[in-house]
């Protein structure tokens, strides 16, 4: 043995298995939180859709001083689940209509556990094929179930507001600096995405959705026919199939049209309503969307899958590379023998998101995600029915792919607002408002299959009697 001083000494006589878990105990908390896992979700219904406690009060039954030496696993397990995960919103609820959903479906847990547990990566060929290829191939599936140009490349990101300025990012390396076109419904994490890019704030026009709250293609062409005659040049327009507000959906075949007379990028945010393209009635309502040059979708949105995973695909083969390729000496010996995702986006080190959408697609197929996707749009559509026949209500706008909007005739913005925040508050589902040319109206988010006309009959009859 060589010799060695005695910090080093010292430092070795520290036992290998320091780290280490018997494997009887982690099986047995492992079982335990399957069973959590899985009480959970078979009598979520009967939970609260949301809660929330105050700062003090989680503080103090989490916090405490930096831990110094090691506490009981179980009971810390147990703090956890009751604590720290009781206290959010239940995006899998089936009463929760706040904001977007997130119905996550088992497959997908179990995929996402699995590749917790083997560490799964997906940043080079070299150092994780395996879940690299996962992905890619996922991708693939993914752009074709829902019709994006064939040669659209994907990668996989944490949300929306990543994967969107992931692509705003290749357009503007692709196509050098110019103007981007927004709508007044186009999501606002890409405006704050666009300005920490260093877009000019001058340089983003935010257009005067229409009447249904879609992007205006006459207003699109005077925009640009503006910014043309002085002399700047038009870089992107960004669109949306399914816009957070409304679910409206903006006409692409004659955005793209426009965008194509220019040579503009077109990037379509899908984030919310692209997997409606994975059934009949949300296709037809989305024509136009292999014209896309980058196109975003959420499966943690509407494709069932726990938090957190994005795609974005760019149809260019080799534009994600273009712009975020990078060839550091110590990555060389994983580098460059076929596809590495770490030169797709801005991630070096980024887990294998891919296997829990794979394993989802696998599982489910095609067809039952498309019927399960098909559910949720009916169920808005149900909705409105409801609401069409209270007196006490008004649909502001249609049920369109999940989302409807709907008001009192006569209630003020505030008791709107306060009704939804009065049912959220009692836990029997989570509901927000929104703003719609200026007035605050209530609106339902219904994508989550287990929701049943039961719930949404309940949700609404105690809105309406909270409106008075
Ligand atoms: C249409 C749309 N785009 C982008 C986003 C941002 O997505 P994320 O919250 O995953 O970052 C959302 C979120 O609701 C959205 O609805």
Redesign the pocket.
Known sequence: MAPMNEGTRNALDIPSDILAIDPETMRRLGYWIVDRVIDHTVSIGDERAITETDPASLFALLGGSTPIAPSALDDDLELLAEVALKNQQHGDHPRYFA??PGPSSYPAVLGEWLATGMQSVASSWGGGSGPTAVEIIACEWLRDAIGLAPSCEGVLLS????A?ITGALTARHLRGEGVIYLTDQT?A??KRGLLAMGQPAVAIRVLESDARFRLCPEALQASITADLTRGLRPLMVVA?V???NTGAVDDLPAIADICTEHGIWLHV?G??GGPAALCDRGRAVMPGLDRADSF?V?P??WLFQPY?I?CLFVREPGALEQTFAMYPEYLADVTGSAVDMHNRSLELTRRGRGIKLWLTLRAYGLQTLGRAIDRGIGLAEYAQQVIEVDHRLQIVTPAQLGIITFASPSASDAEHARAAARLTADGFAAVTSTVLSGRTVLRLCIINPRTTTTDIDGTIERLAGYLG
Request: hydrophobic share 25%; charged share 20%; no cysteine.
């Open positions: 904001r977007v949300g929306g507001s990543m969107n999501h994490s890409i949306t399914g816009t957070t945010d984030a919310y975003v959420d943690h949105k957190d994005a």
